[in-house]
């Protein structure tokens, strides 16, 4: 059975920091891409970053651009959401999910390439 499962979500004061990880079990996805999507009440899933298969590729969303960080370690088949100088506005449930496809070149900013979804982790910024 596949799963993702993501930790390290919580409640932190604006312009603090969290660390997200995305630990895959049951199947390894070194040769796929990682996703990072947030949902916030009445608001659709949106992109927040992506990485390649590698390492080598990643892509953000304009709002989180110099403030959050995406990394994998394959060899932990783990996927991480450092997350720096927060807002309110980051408030979310915050999903990792797999690319569907191996070794696309460039992290995909749609949801519906990406397979395989966790369960999401609750990420609260205060002002």
């Known amino acids: 059975q596949v799963q993702l499962v993501e930790s390290g979500g919580g409640l932190v004061q604006a312009g603090g920091s969290l660390r997200l990880a995305c630990a895959a079990s049951?199947?390894?996805?070194?040769?796929?891409?990682m996703g990072w999507f947030r949902q916030a009440p009445g608001k659709e899933r949106e992109f927040v970053a992506g990485?390649?298969?590698?390492?080598?590729?990643?892509n953000y969303a304009d709002s989180v651009k110099g403030r959050f960080t995406i990394s994998r370690d394959n060899a932990k088949n783990t996927v991480y959401l450092q997350m720096n100088s927060l807002k309110p506005e980051d408030t979310a449930v915050y999903y990792c999910?797999?690319?569907?496809?191996?070794?696309?070149?460039?992290?995909?900013?749609?949801?519906?390439?990406?397979?395989?979804w966790g369960q999401g982790t609750q990420v609260t910024v205060s002002s």
């Open positions: 999910a797999a690319d569907l496809f191996r070794r696309r070149v460039v992290p995909s900013i749609s949801p519906d390439d990406y397979g395989y």
């Open positions: 990485i390649t298969w590698y390492g080598d590729t990643t």
């Open positions: 049951g199947r390894t996805f070194n040769s796929n891409a």
